[in-house]
């Protein structure tokens, strides 16, 4: 469990008023969320040769793209899980 005198700190930081029943939830759930984040950490370092200098800040229209139907199967039989043609992720919040 996240420590509650952490929470309340960073509730004060956020200039968010919260009630002891808020704090006490926000504790749970900040362990799950730090813990989940670590996961992606992992995956993150080991993912392979990305180099941080090539990463920019891209503007587009925010516009829906159609993509070939073999790449479309081939992203929803790498992932962990699917349902259908929708890749399942792990809920993180309420």
Known sequence: MFPKNEVIKLAAL????????????????????????????????TGGDFDVRLARNVFRDDVAVSADAE???????????ANGRRISVKKILP
Do not use: N, W
């Open 14 to 45: 956020a200039r968010i008023a919260l009630t002891k029943q808020e704090v006490q939830l926000l504790q749970k759930e900040f362990a799950d969320i730090i813990a989940y984040v670590g996961e992606v950490s992992t995956v993150a370092e």
């Open 71 to 81: 790449v479309v199967e081939r992203l929803i039989a790498s992932a962990p899980q």
